[in-house]
Nanobody, 124 residues
Framework: VQLQASGGGLVQPGGSLRLSCAASGSIFSNDVVGWFRQAPGKEREFVAGIKWRSGGRYYGDSVKGRFAISRENAKNTVYLQMNGLKPEDTAVYFC??????????????????WGQGTQVTVSS
């Protein structure tokens, strides 16, 4: 599986962005697709995850109520809709696939495939 993340950019506080993660290979029913982010000098942080088969969703505490993850099975694509953006959301955002769906969704070590990342900058 190869992942291509896109949609990042510069946005003002309170604004919105939608990130996309397109998979070149097939995402199987047991897979979990996650979004993580990493700001300079900080550890990689779980943002959101979705179970490919059931559509079950998970969110990190810092983004609950502001971000929404969704999938489009026919396009092998996962989206991250980000609303109410804050300066602290500034980071490189990565999408990743847990090919077995058996690890803890919030741990980066559970994921087997990673995209290249897309920069999100929230600033006035």
């Amino acid at each position: 599986v190869q992942l291509q993340a896109s949609g990042g950019g510069l946005v003002q506080p309170g604004g919105s962005l939608r990130l996309s993660c397109a998979a070149s290979g097939s995402i199987f029913s047991n897979d979990v697709v996650g979004w993580f982010r990493q700001a300079p000098g900080k550890e990689r942080e779980f943002v959101a995850g979705i179970k490919w088969r059931s559509g079950g969703r998970y969110y990190g505490d810092s983004v609950k109520g502001r971000f929404a993850i969704s999938r489009e099975n026919a396009k092998n694509t996962v989206y991250l809709q980000m609303n109410g953006l804050k300066p602290e959301d500034t980071a490189v955002y990565f999408c990743a696939v847990d090919a077995y769906g058996q690890g803890y969704y919030g741990a980066s070590a559970s994921y087997d495939y990673w995209g290249q990342g897309t920069q999100v900058t929230v600033s006035s």
